[in-house]
């Protein structure tokens, strides 16, 4: 049974002490999702405390959503997730996805910082849209989404990567992981789909709920490594070539054709390219994406907004090949666009306003400030010495080694992770991969305020 | 070759009189999705005309999203659909789902009236969830959707529905389609399931969509016909017995415990509830819902705020049966809700602070008065004789017994299908049926004025 020490309780009572407790240890994994609390009386007499108190502290988590309770069966730890690009490993049973608020500070969560959200501007667009279109608003969409807002989607990848696309080939769908779950009806459950190993789990997890079968492939210093996946018998690769996720690795210019052409050799071949935060390349020139310089209509581009403008926004699109409208449109007419008419509106004028362009570029300096003072900040710390940083020019996010005898699982389970989110790099790479390399973090700096920098390095040196 | 008479253009200019004949063609599915246009110069050639009036007529149906180029291809017929709950029939592809704001009468579509939404109401919600909730906007919620709302739609379904439930058991979701194929992912591609005959075929398609095994299960006057549903393989039986689709009929309550004894013979097997129109039973008493009669956890409640607030505020829900719970969340919580928090909230304060019981019960007294209108109107009409109308009680549809020669499949493509979009019974019935009734139309009011009821007597008198 759960066991929590009542000789430290601060100027807690009782009650509001357990919770925090039962609250740490959800927030941390330790409790994960669907655990059965122990039974308030049992639990009481374990603690030595009354009855009364375990109820108060259960009712507390209950009113705050962290455990539900069953008639007549007792508490339940409720799922507790946060829609992070930056899902924990598969490979590891033990690494739960937590709330990013339960941290003093997070370094895995790509939530984005409220403060940073154009508030105002979003609220007057919503404004102007309710007063101006209500008639608009109520009229059915076409299944790809409204006109306005694929029109102005064109021209944002025309000025802002160099892409020459029409309307009919934007699809707008309520987050990216909707529209995989769409892509995989269009080009079929009887194909097989590559992920990239190391690479961002939940997409072998979306693979996996729809029964689909995937393969993972290793990455070389250039991208996916194409031998193994030609060796494979996927149809279908899906990557991220611009940065990919969590190493940084930009996918080299010869690889690229190298894609294009393992996709052009046979009929069923696709390369989904997924771009999820190429608004936040920091350093260098920009990379023409796949699409662009795809001659043959085998690349889908994917993109989101729920990245560039808040991860609570559900507006992602894909913009499929030529050839793939005629059955796309046949087959999928009947589906109603996921996303409400309001906020279709509202970012179509976000964007044809030049309110998006002025938000990236606000966003674009913040971020660069925060990782120029964190990795500053790194450099000076104490334990400067035991640390080598990597792949920091681009997205949000850069790697580092650590000197330490703890084995990354022994890391990620100290107390200093109850203060601060970790993630390890070796939590990204499937189970069944050979060698998998141990003491390197994942710092995720989305969410990371200039603020919060002297705890953050705190914390880090607390832990190394 | 496509072919127009320019004898009567009105006072239309010629590229203007091409552009209307091609845009009702598409409206009323002559030209389906996908069908390429001919060329500009062989049309004009053809036709009698310039090579500018067909370029003009063109560009004026690309603009406005009727059409899309493809370089160096030509012009195709761009996707046109709604969200309608009437979905044409599969049993008959001439039939295609047309825009209804391209009819000056629309008894199809299920699309709802601008002038019933609550701007005022809605817009200062969101302008008070913007202001107060900035925080909350931006923290990523359950997979499930955020607590208060779920907590809301617990109060409003205790309330209307007499259903006890707790807000872990509602899953919220970017529409009902999209619940449909998370639901798959829970229950199973292996699993087999049963749709209704006649009934909303949409479903039918989602379930191909997703490769699964479905059976059509024939009704008889008290529901979904048991031992049909037995002698089939399905273990999923997928019903509207609060109100069938389109024939009105309500699932008695003897038959409501047959399906639940068939649910719980077997351990796979289970019911999806769709209630989708419940809100709107005009007369009668209400009907308990599956849900809450049953014993065993082997309903699957649905229902939309799609039907009952907008057709473009995509916003359902789901209830799940607690034994599912564990599993859902063990499998799906790494799943981001579909819908932004901004509607969210919005909503789940519309649904706590009353508006939208006062909203319901507004429209409630809006549809009875169009239908009450409207039934005196046909009872009043030259061709009341030729006419019987049943099952006029429930929901926002009627069906109607026309004495005619034609067959169905004629009248819908008589002329008179230009300016008032009917749907035959026959539509909703799957091809293999051996006898399909003719001669019934499924008129749906919910988006019909009471100024339109004299138009729409009159477009069926000329069709009568």
Same mark, same amino acid.
């Given at each position: 049974?759960?066991?929590?020490s009542f000789?430290d309780?601060?100027s807690d009572c009782?009650?509001i002490?357990?919770?925090k407790?039962? @609250?740490?240890d959800?927030l941390s ?5 669907g655990?059965k609390l122990?039974?308030k009386?049992?639990?009481a007499?374990n603690l030595g ?6 109820e108060?502290a259960?009712a507390?988590l209950?009113s705050e959503?962290?455990?539900?309770s069953?008639?007549k069966?007792g508490f ?5 997730t946060t ?8 490979s ?7 709330r990013?608020?339960?941290?003093q500070i997070?370094l895995v ?7 940073n959200?154009?508030?105002?501007i ?7 849209t309710?007063?101006? @279109?209500?008639?608009?608003l109520?009229?059915?969409?076409p ?5 306005e807002l ?6 944002h990848l025309?000025?802002?990567?160099n ?5 009919e080939?934007?699809?707008i769908?309520a987050g990216t ?9 269009l080009?079929?459950?009887d194909?097989?789909?590559?992920v990239e190993n190391p690479?961002?789990q939940?997409l072998a997890k ?11 492939i290793? *990455?070389?210093?250039?991208g996916m490594?194409?031998?193994a996946?030609?060796?494979s018998c996927?149809?279908?690769?899906h990557?991220?070539?611009?940065h ?5 690795i930009?996918t ?11 996709a052009?050799?046979?009929k069923?071949r696709?390369i989904i390219e997924?771009d999820y935060?190429s608004?936040?390349r920091l350093s ?10 795809d001659q043959?209509?085998?690349?889908i581009y ?15 699109y894909?913009? *499929? ?5 005629e059955?796309?449109y046949?087959?999928f007419?009947f589906y109603?666009?996921?996303v409400s008419?309001?906020?279709?509106y509202?970012l179509?004028r976000f964007l044809?306003?030049?309110?998006f362009e002025?938000h990236i570029n606000r ?6 400030n925060?990782r120029?003072?964190f ?6 710390s104490?334990f400067a010495?035991h640390?080598k940083i990597?792949e920091e ?6 790697l580092?080694d ?5 084995t990354?699982?022994e890391l990620l389970?100290?107390?200093i992770q109850?203060?601060?989110?970790l993630a390890c ?17 994942v710092?995720?700096y989305?969410?990371?305020?200039l603020e919060?920098?002297p705890v953050?390095?705190?914390?880090l040196n607390r832990?190394?």
């Amino acid at each position: 049974m759960l066991t929590y020490s009542f000789t430290d309780t601060g100027s807690d009572c009782l009650y509001i002490h357990l919770y925090k407790c039962i @609250k740490n240890d959800i927030l941390s994994g330790k409790l994960p999702a669907g655990t059965k609390l122990p039974s308030k009386r049992s639990f009481a007499k374990n603690l030595g405390i009354s009855t009364i108190t375990v109820e108060n502290a259960y009712a507390q988590l209950q009113s705050e959503g962290y455990v539900y309770s069953l008639p007549k069966k007792g508490f339940y730890v409720m799922e507790i997730t946060t829609p992070s690009a930056t899902a924990p490993a598969v490979s590891s049973d033990n690494f739960q996805i937590t709330r990013p608020s339960g941290y003093q500070i997070d370094l895995v969560s790509n939530q984005t910082n409220p403060d940073n959200f154009p508030f105002s501007i979003w609220a007057k667009l919503i404004r102007e849209t309710i007063s101006e @279109k209500s008639e608009e608003l109520m009229a059915a969409p076409p299944c790809g989404g409204i006109m306005e807002l694929r029109y102005a989607i064109c021209s944002h990848l025309k000025a802002f990567r160099n892409m020459d696309i029409t309307p009919e080939q934007v699809i707008i769908g309520a987050g990216t992981e909707y529209l995989y779950g769409l892509l995989i009806q269009l080009l079929g459950f009887d194909k097989a789909y590559a992920v990239e190993n190391p690479g961002y789990q939940k997409l072998a997890k979306i693979y996996e709920c729809h029964q689909v079968c995937y393969h993972a492939i290793p *990455l070389d210093h250039y991208g996916m490594d194409i031998d193994a996946l030609e060796a494979s018998c996927a149809n279908i690769a899906h990557i991220t070539p611009s940065h990919h996720y969590p190493t940084g690795i930009v996918t080299s210019i010869s690889r690229r054709y190298e894609l294009l052409a393992w996709a052009s050799r046979k009929k069923n071949r696709y390369i989904i390219e997924d771009d999820y935060d190429s608004e936040f390349r920091l350093s260098g020139q920009p990379i023409p994406t796949l699409q662009s310089i795809d001659q043959s209509e085998k690349v889908i581009y994917i993109n989101t907004f729920t990245k560039s403008l808040s991860s609570t926004v559900r507006l992602s699109y894909m913009i *499929l090949p030529k050839h793939l409208l005629e059955e796309f449109y046949r087959r999928f007419h009947f589906y109603s666009c996921t996303v409400s008419n309001f906020e279709q509106y509202t970012l179509a004028r976000f964007l044809s306003d030049g309110y998006f362009e002025k938000h990236i570029n606000r966003m674009r300096t913040h971020y660069k400030n925060v990782r120029d003072a964190f990795l500053h900040a790194l450099q000076k710390s104490p334990f400067a010495s035991h640390i080598k940083i990597h792949e920091e020019d681009a997205g949000l996010h850069f790697l580092m080694d650590i000197d330490t005898s703890m084995t990354d699982s022994e890391l990620l389970q100290t107390d200093i992770q109850h203060s601060i989110h970790l993630a390890c790099l070796s939590q990204y790479y499937f189970k069944a991969t050979p060698e998998i390399p141990e003491h390197t973090l994942v710092l995720n700096y989305s969410g990371l305020t200039l603020e919060q920098i002297p705890v953050a390095i705190d914390l880090l040196n607390r832990l190394l």
